[in-house]
């Protein structure tokens, strides 16, 4: 089923995933999808996102992990 050293691409995918198909859904059924955060810490602006674009981030934080810490097969 896998090994312990995939534990990172293993919930990292899913995030992909699931925040893929969160935007893919409110793009089919409302046209466009809705980005309701927003930050302005000390009067910058960062672009507004919303969860699904937040775990695509984090997923593809832990796939990027994953591919620095797997062990190379010899």
């Known amino acids: 089923t896998g090994s312990k050293g ?7 995918l899913p995030l992909v995933l ?7 859904c ?5 046209g466009f999808v809705i980005d309701f955060v927003g930050f302005h810490p ?7 996102f919303n969860i699904a674009d937040a775990a695509i981030v984090g ?10 810490v797997r062990p190379t097969p010899r």
């Open 42 to 48: 000390g009067g910058m602006n960062f672009p507004a």
């Open 59 to 68: 997923g593809v934080v832990l796939l990027m992990v994953d591919a620095l």
């Open 6 to 12: 995939e534990r990172f691409a293993k919930s990292g």
């Open 26 to 30: 409110d793009r089919l059924f409302r």
């Open 18 to 24: 699931g925040g893929a198909l969160g935007n893919d």
